[in-house]
């Protein structure tokens, strides 16, 4: 039934699910509510609820479910594939009420939050414990671990740390009928049966709502010893990457590669000095996170100095300063200059095994440049954990709707056996590209799994899967 049949009384009986501060009528729904990064435009929702503890937001859930009513549940709303925008008729749940940090437990070095609490003060309170939340993004000062958690998000530190997945314990979650689900385990070791919170985790909130998280934490970092280095190929990028990882016991926090075009694009764009000449073929962020930087200084220092020896790097030049650490990753940062100053663009996300990233960029770059002759592209992305980043644009003036250049792209990932999703998950935009990184039984397996947890389909419908 669609939702603007809806009688009274089932707005009466969200409104006091949540309570009259907590509802919002859909004449009454802020803009901010109705899109995310991502250019996707969902339909009308029908009304928004910020639910202030599980048993409401269960039973908004099973109020939904009664009357068929879909459901998007929303976090920061800084995602980048239209995961959270509103489905027509929907009624948005909003976490951003549920923001408490419950607990910090250093003897068991895990924090207990709830799912709307800001990526940004999770870190901060571990670190003013002692502590380091390893996950770290760009849209850290919106974003919310509840959304963190429903895409599985990367960031800066994966080679190091892993994705948001690695940093998880436990999670509550509400399924689609009001049920509550509690996995609130607190201990690294569990095998008691199949842990059955990462069946949660990335599936932006088509399986159910997560609600509560315990997190896991690591030992404190109080800086960093960080470089910028040049490359002479992309061989020298593996290379180097094995090379630091052996040298420094695993112990690398980043590694972010970029292009020359990138490296170009944003010193033209920010109007900074180089760190380096320009007219290197790759550039690469290094950093390494740690208790005690200034005692690890001699280690990185020497890892750079062999790999100069051996001619990994052309060029290097290590921070030293905290002001310095920032210039650099400003570089890496300035992505959101380029954004700005190229639109309208169209951003790629993907990954491809690490050793084949150079020969995949060089076949998407000459694809491109045959298709459509002098559009813009700059490459660079978390090269350290196999994903690379894309950003190709104005595209006015070559394809519109930038349909052809996704699928030229895409194409090529598909033949090198990528994911034409490394972190950013799948949402409504990469819908239709969903095949080119999954198997057909895969996908059944996954449309199985979406009727056995959400058999009316209310949760997020037509998001991820068609
Ligand atoms: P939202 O955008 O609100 O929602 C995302 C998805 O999760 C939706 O499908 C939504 O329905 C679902 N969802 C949200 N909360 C819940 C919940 N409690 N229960 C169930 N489902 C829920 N991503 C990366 O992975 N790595 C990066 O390096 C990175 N950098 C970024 C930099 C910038 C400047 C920006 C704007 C975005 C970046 N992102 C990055 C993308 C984005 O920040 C992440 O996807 C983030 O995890 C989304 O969190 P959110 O709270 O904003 O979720």
């Given at each position: 039934?669609?939702?603007?049949?809806?009688?009274?009384?089932?707005?009466?009986?969200?409104?006091?699910?949540?309570?009259?501060?907590?509802?919002?009528?859909?004449?009454?729904?802020?803009?901010?509510?109705?899109?995310?990064?991502?250019?996707?435009?969902?339909?009308?929702?029908?009304?928004?609820?910020?639910?202030?503890?599980?048993?409401?937001?269960?039973?908004?859930?099973?109020?939904?479910?009664?009357?068929?009513?879909?459901?998007?549940?929303?976090?920061?709303?800084?995602?980048?594939?239209?995961?959270a925008v509103p489905s027509e008729g929907s009624v948005?749940?909003?976490?951003?009420?549920?923001?408490?940090?419950?607990?910090?437990?250093?003897?068991?070095?895990?924090?207990?939050?709830?799912?709307?609490?800001?990526?940004?003060?999770?870190?901060?309170?571990?670190?003013?414990?002692?502590?380091?939340?390893?996950?770290?993004?760009?849209?850290?000062?919106?974003?919310?671990?509840?959304?963190?958690?429903?895409?599985?998000?990367?960031?800066?530190?994966?080679?190091?740390?892993?994705?948001?997945?690695?940093?998880?314990?436990?999670?509550?979650?509400?399924?689609?009928?009001?049920?509550?689900?509690?996995?609130?385990?607190?201990?690294?070791?569990?095998?008691?049966?199949?842990?059955?919170?990462?069946?949660?985790?990335?599936?932006e909130g088509t399986l159910g709502v997560i609600t509560?998280?315990?997190?896991?934490?690591?030992?404190?970092?109080?800086?960093?010893?960080?470089?910028?280095?040049?490359?002479?190929?992309?061989?020298?990028?593996?290379?180097?990457?094995?090379?630091?990882?052996?040298?420094?016991?695993?112990?690398?926090?980043?590694?972010?590669?970029?292009?020359?075009?990138?490296?170009?694009?944003?010193?033209?764009?920010?109007?900074?000095?180089?760190?380096?000449?320009?007219?290197?073929?790759?550039?690469?962020?290094?950093?390494?996170?740690?208790?005690?930087?200034?005692?690890?200084?001699?280690?990185?220092?020497?890892?750079?100095?062999?790999?100069?020896?051996?001619?990994?790097?052309?060029?290097?030049?290590?921070?030293?300063?905290?002001?310095?650490?920032?210039?650099?990753?400003?570089?890496?940062?300035?992505?959101?200059?380029?954004?700005?100053?190229?639109?309208?663009?169209?951003?790629?996300?993907?990954?491809?095994?690490?050793?084949?990233?150079?020969?995949?960029?060089?076949?998407?770059?000459?694809?491109?440049?045959?298709?459509?002759?002098?559009?813009?592209?700059?490459?660079?992305?978390?090269?350290?954990?196999?994903n690379i980043h894309l950003v190709a644009g104005p595209?006015?003036?070559?394809?519109?709707?930038?349909?052809?250049?996704?699928?030229?792209?895409?194409?090529?990932?598909?033949?090198?056996?990528?994911?034409?999703?490394?972190?950013?998950?799948?949402?409504?935009?990469?819908?239709?590209?969903?095949?080119?990184?999954?198997?057909?039984?895969?996908?059944?397996?996954?449309?199985?799994?979406?009727?056995?947890?959400?058999?009316?389909?209310?949760?997020?419908?037509?998001?991820?899967?068609?």
């Amino acid at each position: 039934m669609p939702a603007r049949f809806l009688p009274k009384d089932f707005y009466h009986a969200l409104e006091e699910a949540v309570g009259s501060a907590n509802f919002r009528h859909a004449d009454n729904i802020p803009q901010s509510a109705l899109g995310d990064w991502s250019t996707e435009r969902g339909g009308t929702p029908c009304a928004l609820v910020t639910p202030r503890d599980t048993a409401a937001v269960s039973a908004v859930l099973r109020l939904c479910h009664q009357h068929h009513v879909p459901v998007v549940p929303q976090g920061g709303l800084s995602g980048l594939a239209g995961g959270a925008v509103p489905s027509e008729g929907s009624v948005l749940l909003s976490l951003a009420r549920m923001d408490q940090i419950e607990e910090i437990d250093t003897s068991s070095s895990l924090m207990v939050v709830e799912a709307g609490c800001i990526l940004q003060r999770i870190q901060d309170a571990a670190q003013n414990a002692g502590y380091y939340f390893a996950l770290d993004l760009g849209a850290r000062g919106s974003c919310q671990i509840g959304g963190n958690i429903s895409t599985n998000a990367g960031g800066n530190r994966v080679i190091r740390y892993g994705m948001t997945r690695d940093l998880v314990l436990g999670l509550e979650v509400v399924f689609a009928d009001g049920t509550i689900l509690p996995m609130m385990n607190r201990m690294p070791k569990n095998n008691a049966a199949l842990d059955l919170k990462h069946l949660f985790i990335g599936s932006e909130g088509t399986l159910g709502v997560i609600t509560r998280a315990v997190l896991k934490l690591h030992p404190g970092v109080c800086g960093a010893n960080t470089a910028l280095v040049a490359l002479p190929e992309f061989d020298s990028v593996t290379r180097l990457i094995s090379h630091a990882q052996f040298m420094l016991s695993g112990r690398l926090t980043a590694f972010e590669l970029m292009w020359n075009d990138y490296y170009q694009a944003v010193i033209d764009g920010t109007g900074q000095k180089p760190p380096l000449a320009t007219d290197y073929p790759l550039y690469a962020l290094i950093d390494m996170q740690g208790a005690d930087p200034d005692g690890e200084r001699s280690a990185f220092e020497a890892m750079l100095e062999t790999a100069f020896e051996t001619s990994i790097i052309s060029d290097a030049t290590i921070a030293q300063s905290h002001r310095e650490i920032e210039t650099f990753w400003s570089l890496r940062d300035g992505v959101s200059e380029i954004l700005s100053l190229r639109a309208p663009v169209i951003s790629f996300d993907v990954s491809v095994p690490r050793s084949r990233i150079g020969d995949c960029v060089d076949e998407i770059r000459a694809a491109l440049t045959q298709a459509f002759p002098k559009l813009p592209t700059v490459f660079f992305g978390h090269a350290g954990d196999s994903n690379i980043h894309l950003v190709a644009g104005p595209i006015d003036q070559f394809d519109p709707t930038g349909k052809n250049i996704e699928r030229a792209v895409y194409e090529i990932i598909r033949t090198y056996g990528g994911s034409v999703s490394a972190e950013h998950g799948i949402g409504l935009h990469k819908k239709p590209w969903l095949s080119y990184s999954r198997s057909e039984t895969e996908l059944a397996t996954l449309r199985l799994l979406k009727r056995s947890f959400d058999p009316k389909e209310i949760l997020n419908p037509g998001k991820v899967l068609s």
